[in-house]
């Protein structure tokens, strides 16, 4: 009697400990399998170590000697001498200067993690109005902190924006370690991301991290606003890149990208532009799920202390999630794995409520033709 107890509560245990770990094998099986598979080593033949030598021979001294060429706002002393680990550059659109301001206050203050210094600059486009530029001219002077490169900032003008801010990159900053990539609408861990950039096996080169995406596809609807005609591109398939929203490139890969972006069409999307460079010079896309691509991340302290970014956050969130985060407490394993969880699930169930509103505006449009 008393052995057959035994059994059944061995079989009960055994029950329990299946679903738990078919439960979490469900919830981070992915991210594991992702971050295993999406990493290989780098490709390297002759022309990519051509490229190689022709950015390490690369002669920026004409733009230095000359910014105005390019930049309206130049900021072209700002790295001199430093020490500069990370360079964070914030992609903003020239009338947003609120969200500048936030950001100032808050995720973009962190001058330092662990010793490393970060510099921050924001990243612009011309307005077409003059008031505006007035208002960034004013701005500038202020916090000398803008970039701003001679081109109108449009949504058909991204591509353009990189190549004007990887150039500024070279040109200026060369002595940054590593460049992060970011849009405005993004909140940014700042220790957790230099923590993990300080920990990549690879080391300081060959890096361009963030959030890969697998096998997309261009958009061939004329009636679009990204169509991408077979004339610019005919493959089936993008190579691999990082998601705009977020991305980290060291310093070599800069420079590598800047020696071939005139091979790459234009008219691909700005973060598919990068990814092919990237593939032209051998690299392939270093995935993290902590980079949170186009998927807004909902609030939670322990969570948000382990992941690099969200999307779409609010200007009030912002503020809330900096001084909770900001707050120095730090969590334990259990709060950690609570926090890691609880995010999860929750991304998930917004991401199921997302895709069905999506679904009932389409049956709407359908049904109002
Ligand atoms: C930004 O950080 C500095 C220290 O690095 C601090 O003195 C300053 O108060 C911070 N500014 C804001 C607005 O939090
Ligand atoms: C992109 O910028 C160029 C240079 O300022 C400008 O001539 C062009 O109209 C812009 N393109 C779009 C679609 O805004
Ligand atoms: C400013 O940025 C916020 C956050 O990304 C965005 O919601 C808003 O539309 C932007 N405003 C302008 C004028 O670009």
């Not at 200026?172 to 923590?195: G, H, Q, R, T, W």
Request: glycine share 4%; charged share 20%.
């Amino acid at each position: 009697m008393q052995v057959t107890f035994c059994r059944l509560r061995t079989h009960q245990w055994c029950f329990i400990l299946f679903n738990v770990i078919l439960f979490h094998a469900l919830l981070f099986g992915a991210d594991f399998v992702e971050e295993y598979f999406l990493h290989s080593l780098p490709h390297v033949d002759m022309k990519v170590l051509e490229i190689k030598e022709k950015a390490r021979k690369l002669n920026m001294e004409p733009l230095r000697s000359n910014p105005s060429k390019y930049y309206v706002l130049s900021q072209s002393d700002i790295c001199k001498g430093k020490n500069i680990f990370l360079l964070s550059f914030i992609f903003s659109s020239p009338g947003n200067g609120t969200r500048r301001e936030l950001i100032r206050k808050t995720w973009g203050n962190v001058s330092s993690v662990q010793g490393h210094p970060i510099l921050t600059l924001f990243a612009l486009g011309m307005s077409v109005t003059i008031t505006t530029q007035r208002e960034i001219d004013k701005e500038s002077h202020k916090n000398n902190d803008i970039i701003e490169g001679i081109f109108l900032d449009s949504f058909e003008n991204q591509t353009l924006k990189i190549i004007t801010m990887t150039q500024w990159a070279v040109t200026f900053c060369s002595n940054a370690l590593f460049i992060l990539k970011i849009d405005e609408e993004m909140f940014v861990n700042m220790p957790s991301l230099v923590d993990y950039l300080l920990n990549l096996k690879e080391h300081l080169e060959n890096i361009y991290v963030g959030k890969v995406v697998h096998q997309d596809t261009p958009n061939r609807d004329p009636g679009s606003q990204n169509f991408v005609p077979l004339s610019e591109y005919s493959q089936k398939y993008y190579p691999d890149y990082c998601s705009s929203e977020a991305f980290v490139m060291s310093q070599d890969v800069a420079w590598m990208i800047y020696v071939v972006f005139k091979e790459v069409p234009i008219m691909v999307p700005a973060d598919v532009f990068v990814g092919i460079c990237a593939k032209i010079v051998g690299l392939i896309p270093i995935h993290s799920s902590r980079f949170s691509g186009k998927r807004h991340i909902r609030y939670n302290r322990y969570c948000y202390k382990f992941i690099f970014t969200s999307s779409d956050t609010k200007d009030a969130e912002i503020s809330l999630v900096w001084m909770e985060i900001n707050g120095g407490k730090e969590c334990s394993l259990f709060e950690t794995y609570y926090g890691l969880i609880s995010c999860k699930l929750l991304t998930y169930l917004d991401s199921i409520k997302h895709f069905h509103m999506g679904t009932i505006k389409n049956n709407d449009m359908y049904l109002n033709d």
